[in-house]
């Protein structure tokens, strides 16, 4: 299939069009960083639509943004973007897309209280992260709660702007294909880590900070108390899922959305220990540090992918931190000229 493949030299891309190479089909690439191909500019998207089967829409504005100043050129990117690409789809008779969802769409995440069953926590106070009170509290009872795995139905709840444009892709893409008898696939990728991931940037997944320190022979800060759980994803299964993901598109018309985590969630702290083991740099230090906003844990159920779509994470955890360590590139990466140094 020729798949066009917009944010195809980013992190994510760039692996998904290895990926699809691998697998026998045509990836075109479509990014700002190439000749500045933008997915606002209806007619260098209409042009690279030609002789195009799918889209796979990974090109977006990425990370949190300094503060609310930011909005309007996430909503620029993110939404109007994939309006305009979405119209250019629809015109050229392109009926099938694969987007880049994520985990923010669902805020907290799900957590259960020992006397109030499944509820959902609002954003921690100030005082009690202060105090070193990091678990989310029952909002009925102030009790501590239980974290659960996250399903594509649960509510969603974008908590940042960044967050919103993400959901607002969904429903764009959701209402297009309504409109226009197209076929929508969200993968809403977890943490998603590997070789090429962005370093040092304000935005770079913590895997990347912790990395950049471990090198310069510090050791690296984890904020709270370490004990945050998420789900990190090697880029390798995330490319695997979008082309598991492209052939279910043949399926016919709709919008469906999976969660796409490797099943196995960390802790924070854990995921630091991992990488100063793999590096034979200084254990990390926990500081007790935090942030505003941030979430306290988010760990998906992957288990809809697997089940519908036959998809099977291949890299373990220590597998890849020790990777994410420099040494030891995977061959299939190695060979794609993917492994770009650390
Ligand atoms: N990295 C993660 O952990 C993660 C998690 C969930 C979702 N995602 C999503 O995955 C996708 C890829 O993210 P990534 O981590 O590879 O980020 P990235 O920044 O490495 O890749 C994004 C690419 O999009 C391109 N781009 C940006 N604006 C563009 C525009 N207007 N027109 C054309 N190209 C443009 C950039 O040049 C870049 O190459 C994004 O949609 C992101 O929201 C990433
Ligand atoms: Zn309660």
Same mark, same amino acid.
């Given at each position: 299939?020729?798949?066009?493949?917009?944010?195809?030299?980013?992190? !994510?891309?760039?692996? !998904?069009?290895? &990926?699809?190479?691998?697998?026998?089909?045509? *990836?075109?690439?479509?990014?700002?960083?190439?000749?500045?191909?933008?997915?606002?500019?209806a007619a260098a998207v209409r042009r690279a639509l030609a002789g195009v089967d799918a889209v796979c829409h990974q090109a977006a504005k990425v990370g949190l943004g300094k503060d609310f100043g930011d909005a309007p050129a996430y909503v620029s990117v993110n939404d109007l973007g994939t309006a305009v690409l979405l119209t250019q789809m629809a015109d050229a008779g392109v009926r099938r897309l694969l987007l880049a969802g994520s985990m923010v769409v669902y805020g907290e995440g799900r957590y259960a209280c020992a006397a109030h069953g499944v509820v959902r926590p609002g954003?921690?106070? &100030? %005082?009690?992260?202060? $105090?070193?009170? =990091? &678990?989310?509290?029952?909002?009925?009872?102030?009790a501590d709660l239980a974290p659960g795995l996250v399903s594509e139905? %649960? #509510?969603?709840?974008?908590?940042?702007?960044y967050a919103t444009t993400k959901l607002a892709q969904e429903h764009l893409a959701a209402a297009w294909a309504?409109?226009?008898?197209?076929?929508? !696939?969200?993968?809403?990728?977890?943490?998603?880590?590997?070789?090429?991931? #962005?370093?040092?940037? *304000?935005? $770079?997944?913590? %895997? %990347?900070? =912790?990395r950049s320190a471990l090198a310069r022979g510090a050791a690296p800060r984890v904020f709270e108390d370490g004990g945050q759980r998420r789900d990190f994803v090697h880029v390798q299964d995330v490319?695997?899922?979008?082309?598991? $993901?492209?052939?279910?598109?043949a399926e016919g018309p709709g919008f469906a959305a999976y969660n796409v985590g490797s099943g196995d969630p960390r802790t924070v702290g854990d995921m630091a220990?991992?990488? $100063?083991? +793999?590096?034979?740099?200084?254990? *990390?230090?926990?500081?007790g540090e935090y942030r505003l906003g941030d979430v306290r844990h988010i760990?998906?159920?992957?288990?809809?992918?697997?089940? &519908?779509?036959?998809?099977?994470?291949?890299?373990?955890?220590?597998?890849?931190?020790?990777?994410?360590?420099?040494?030891?590139?995977? *061959?299939?990466?190695?060979?794609?000229?993917? +492994?770009?140094?650390?």
């Open positions: 299939m020729r798949v066009l493949v917009t944010g195809g030299a980013g992190f !994510i891309g760039s692996h !998904i069009v290895a &990926e699809l190479i691998g697998r026998g089909h045509d *990836p075109v690439v479509f990014d700002m960083t190439e000749e500045g191909r933008d997915v606002r500019d954003p921690r106070a &100030e %005082a009690d992260l202060k $105090a070193g009170r =990091f &678990e989310p509290r029952c909002p009925d009872c102030g139905d %649960a #509510p969603m709840d974008p908590r940042n702007v309504r409109a226009v008898g197209g076929r929508v !696939i969200s993968l809403r990728y977890h943490n998603v880590y590997g070789p090429g991931m #962005p370093r040092d940037t *304000p935005y $770079a997944g913590v %895997a %990347a900070l =912790f490319a695997s899922a979008n082309a598991v $993901a492209l052939d279910a598109l220990q991992a990488l $100063a083991t +793999a590096c034979g740099g200084p254990d *990390p230090v926990v500081t760990t998906a159920d992957s288990a809809r992918l697997r089940r &519908e779509l036959g998809w099977r994470p291949a890299v373990a955890f220590a597998e890849g931190m020790a990777e994410l360590s420099g040494g030891t590139a995977r *061959p299939a990466l190695r060979e794609a000229g993917l +492994a770009r140094q650390p």
